[in-house]
């Protein structure tokens, strides 16, 4: 592996470090695809995340993300500028809206797939082995757990 440009800060040896590396490029090639589409990562995962609950409201969008709430109200007004989204005003307290995805929203979902399952193909993630995968999952939830207990 090369980490000319960061040695120093991190180490090859630290799967943490690897890891983040990995991340940081996963997301950077997302971004790029999906800027041809004049959307950002932050945008596509708020698609996603309205998709998979039907309704949403931008308060649980935030906390589902883990983004403030004025990065989501951003995301949120540039998706609905774009007619990704749509946003009502609750009944019950005009404060609130509710996030729905419009048709043009609906028909990118499986696009949004398609980029990531290409990214996942060029990186041969397809071929690990299940019993990594496994291991690598049970790691993750534990790093969840560890992190919760926190709070």
């Not at 470090?17 to 997302?30: A, Q, T």
Request: glycine content about 6%; some cysteine; proline content about 2%.
């Amino acid at each position: 592996m090369k980490f000319e440009k960061t040695m120093g800060f991190y180490d090859a040896r630290r799967l943490g470090d690897i890891l983040f590396i990995f991340h940081k490029n996963h997301k950077k090639y997302l971004n790029d695809e999906l800027l041809k589409y004049d959307l950002s990562l932050i945008q596509a995962l708020c698609i996603l995340m309205i998709h998979e609950s039907h309704e949403l409201n931008q308060k649980d969008l935030a906390e589902g993300l883990y983004l403030t709430k004025g990065a989501i109200t951003k995301a949120i007004i540039k998706l609905e500028n774009g007619g990704w989204v749509s946003r009502e005003k609750l009944p019950e307290d005009k404060r609130h809206y509710i996030l729905k995805l419009t048709e043009k929203g609906e028909k990118f979902i499986p696009i949004i797939y398609d980029i990531n399952n290409e990214w996942e193909t060029k990186m041969g993630l397809n071929n690990l082995d299940p019993e990594f995968m496994k291991i690598f999952n049970e790691l993750t939830l534990k790093s969840i757990d560890l992190n919760l207990k926190k709070e």
